[in-house]
């Protein structure tokens, strides 16, 4: 028999989300909900969950792999028949069984194992935890009696106005002995509703004078179950205040914390500034010394040490060290622009990539390119990388002089120290060391001694 095996609880069919998308798969802070739920189980020693999932999980089921394993609730019968799918999984294999909702992603990892180490210290039948002063109603009230004893929990849509001022709720996170759980889930009656519910097993215990044990969360925002969109913007908001103070305590300073957005895998390293109105999104990572925004979005990019970006967007990209971008720029996927280089303003990159000390300081297009280092490339130089059918690439070599308004006809290459004229049409490869001009582009010692007309 092992230990503990934790099931999570996500069969529900997640009406009033009023979705196509499953509930869980909903994200909080640019990650679905239920990898919230995954990632503390796992911090608190419980991987290979079992998940109660509907019928129609494919979605769900391909977001989770086999890092899960599956149990079908055949029909959404409540919360109590969910857990009851996973008996035959169970049964004589597991000691205790975790129970959370899929749906609450806020929940420490420490505080799932307080729930067990209360449970196992208090050989307890079944654990709770709880919270006071939610914002919102929707949650089971604890019912105690004279001596503190957790008596029952009732379900707000069956509670007296008596028991709906009780400010004590559960948090949808339980912990049950098995010896008493899988017969006891088999005698719960559906409520007026319909449902089975999880939450009957405490009055069942209770009447068998079971030990039932609470662990309270000081933090209501530890239990946010989401059940509305407008639980999941507080569950948002709760977590991006949370990912901001364990950003600022690793050493990063924000201007203004609520008006920077940072979604939970991003990383950031120390002695940077988040200015305002910052997204830093999907698994970004952020060196140090960096000063990022104000105004800008950054997209699952890395930004080496000592970059500045101001009020640009970067998507997929990557900047090494001491790279300055912006006002205004826009580095699309596939932007690699190397070292100490310099991407200015309305300048747009695509699948490039750029050597060190490269300087595009004015609006341009560069899509499609090698740039080497130390290239420059003047105001309004653009890759035509695009004949109408096919994309094709440009390469500019190391030290090259791109002259301002230079458009470069793809696929074409600029040689090494080679430097186009301002206003040329570069249809043709320019070789090493040589000066292009004009519409389309000669070389310039050729264009400089005209022919002598024939007569
Ligand atoms: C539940 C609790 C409530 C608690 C709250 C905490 C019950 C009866 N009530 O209410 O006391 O305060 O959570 O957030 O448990 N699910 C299934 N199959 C079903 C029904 C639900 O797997 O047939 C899953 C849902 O996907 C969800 C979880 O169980 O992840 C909880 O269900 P939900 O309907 O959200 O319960 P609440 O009304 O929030
Ligand atoms: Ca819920």
């Given at each position: 028999?092992?230990?503990?095996?934790?099931v999570?609880?996500?069969?529900?069919?997640?009406?009033?989300?009023?979705?196509?998308?499953?509930?869980?798969?909903?994200?909080?802070?640019?990650?679905?909900?239920?990898?919230?739920?995954?990632?503390?189980?796992?911090?608190?020693?419980l991987?290979?969950?079992?998940?109660?999932?509907?019928?129609?999980?494919?979605?769900?089921?391909?977001y989770?792999?086999d890092?899960?394993d599956?149990?079908?609730?055949?029909?959404?019968?409540?919360?109590?028949?969910?857990?009851?799918?996973a008996?035959?999984?169970?049964?004589?294999k597991?000691?205790?069984?975790?129970?959370i909702?899929?749906?609450c992603?806020?929940v420490?990892?420490g505080?799932?194992q307080?729930?067990?180490a209360?449970?196992?210290?208090?050989?307890?039948?079944?654990s709770?935890?709880t919270t006071?002063?939610?914002?919102?109603?929707g949650y089971?009230r604890?019912?105690?009696d004279?001596?503190?004893?957790?008596t029952?929990?009732?379900?707000?849509?069956?509670?007296?106005?008596?028991?709906?001022?009780?400010t004590?709720?559960?948090g949808g996170?339980?912990?049950?002995?098995?010896?008493?759980?899988w017969?006891?889930?088999?005698?719960?009656?559906?409520?007026p509703?319909?449902?089975?519910?999880?939450t009957?097993?405490?009055?069942?215990?209770?009447?068998?004078?079971?030990?039932?044990?609470?662990?309270?969360?000081?933090?209501?925002?530890?239990?946010?179950?989401?059940?509305?969109?407008?639980?999941?913007?507080?569950?948002?908001?709760?977590?991006?205040?949370?990912?901001?103070?364990?950003?600022?305590?690793?050493?990063v300073?924000m201007?203004?914390?609520s008006?920077?957005?940072?979604?939970?895998?991003?990383?950031?390293g120390?002695?940077?500034?988040?200015?305002?109105?910052?997204?830093?999104?999907?698994?970004?990572?952020?060196?140090?010394d960096?000063?990022?925004?104000?105004?800008?979005?950054?997209?699952?990019?890395?930004?080496?040490?000592?970059?500045?970006?101001?009020?640009?967007?970067?998507?997929?990209?990557?900047?090494?060290?001491?790279?300055?971008?912006?006002?205004?720029?826009?580095?699309r996927?596939?932007?690699?622009?190397?070292?100490?280089s310099?991407?200015?303003?309305?300048?747009?990159?695509?699948?490039?990539?750029?050597?060190?000390?490269?300087?595009?300081?004015?609006?341009?297009?560069i899509g499609?390119?090698?740039?080497?280092?130390?290239?420059?490339?003047?105001?309004?130089?653009?890759t035509?990388?695009?004949d109408g059918?096919?994309?094709?690439r440009t390469t500019?070599?190391?030290?090259a002089f791109?002259?301002?308004?230079?458009?470069?006809i793809?696929?074409?290459r600029v040689?090494?120290?080679?430097?186009?004229?301002?206003?040329?049409?570069?249809?043709?490869?320019?070789?090493?060391?040589?000066?292009?001009?004009?519409?389309?582009?000669k070389?310039?010692?050729?264009?400089?001694?005209?022919?002598?007309?024939?007569?």
């Amino acid at each position: 028999m092992s230990a503990w095996r934790a099931v999570i609880l996500a069969a529900g069919a997640g009406t009033r989300m009023r979705s196509a998308t499953p509930k869980v798969l909903h994200p909080v802070c640019g990650v679905p909900l239920i990898k919230h739920v995954l990632a503390s189980l796992h911090d608190a020693g419980l991987d290979q969950p079992l998940v109660v999932v509907s019928p129609d999980a494919d979605a769900l089921r391909d977001y989770l792999g086999d890092t899960v394993d599956y149990v079908v609730q055949t029909s959404p019968l409540g919360t109590g028949h969910a857990l009851a799918c996973a008996r035959e999984l169970l049964e004589d294999k597991i000691e205790n069984v975790l129970v959370i909702n899929a749906d609450c992603p806020l929940v420490p990892a420490g505080a799932i194992q307080r729930l067990m180490a209360c449970h196992q210290e208090s050989n307890a039948e079944l654990s709770v935890m709880t919270t006071s002063d939610v914002e919102d109603a929707g949650y089971g009230r604890i019912a105690r009696d004279a001596s503190g004893n957790l008596t029952a929990i009732i379900e707000e849509r069956e509670a007296s106005s008596e028991q709906l001022a009780i400010t004590e709720v559960n948090g949808g996170v339980y912990a049950f002995q098995s010896k008493s759980l899988w017969p006891g889930l088999a005698t719960l009656k559906p409520s007026p509703k319909g449902e089975v519910y999880l939450t009957d097993m405490f009055d069942v215990v209770h009447r068998g004078q079971g030990i039932v044990a609470t662990v309270t969360t000081d933090d209501s925002n530890d239990v946010i179950g989401v059940n509305t969109r407008v639980d999941l913007a507080q569950a948002e908001a709760a977590m991006r205040e949370r990912i901001r103070i364990r950003h600022m305590l690793n050493g990063v300073t924000m201007i203004d914390p609520s008006s920077v957005y940072i979604d939970s895998d991003v990383r950031i390293g120390k002695d940077s500034t988040i200015h305002p109105n910052t997204h830093l999104l999907g698994d970004t990572q952020v060196g140090e010394d960096c000063h990022i925004g104000p105004n800008s979005v950054l997209q699952s990019s890395t930004v080496g040490q000592g970059c500045k970006v101001v009020a640009s967007m970067l998507e997929n990209a990557t900047l090494e060290a001491g790279v300055d971008v912006g006002p205004f720029a826009h580095l699309r996927p596939g932007s690699h622009i190397g070292e100490g280089s310099h991407i200015g303003n309305y300048v747009e990159i695509k699948k490039s990539t750029f050597g060190h000390d490269v300087k595009a300081g004015h609006f341009s297009y560069i899509g499609d390119a090698d740039v080497g280092s130390k290239v420059n490339i003047g105001a309004g130089s653009v890759t035509a990388n695009y004949d109408g059918s096919e994309k094709h690439r440009t390469t500019i070599e190391d030290n090259a002089f791109i002259g301002s308004s230079t458009m470069l006809i793809a696929p074409v290459r600029v040689g090494k120290d080679a430097a186009t004229g301002a206003g040329s049409v570069v249809t043709k490869d320019v070789a090493a060391g040589k000066t292009v001009v004009g519409v389309p582009a000669k070389p310039q010692d050729k264009t400089s001694k005209k022919k002598p007309k024939k007569t």
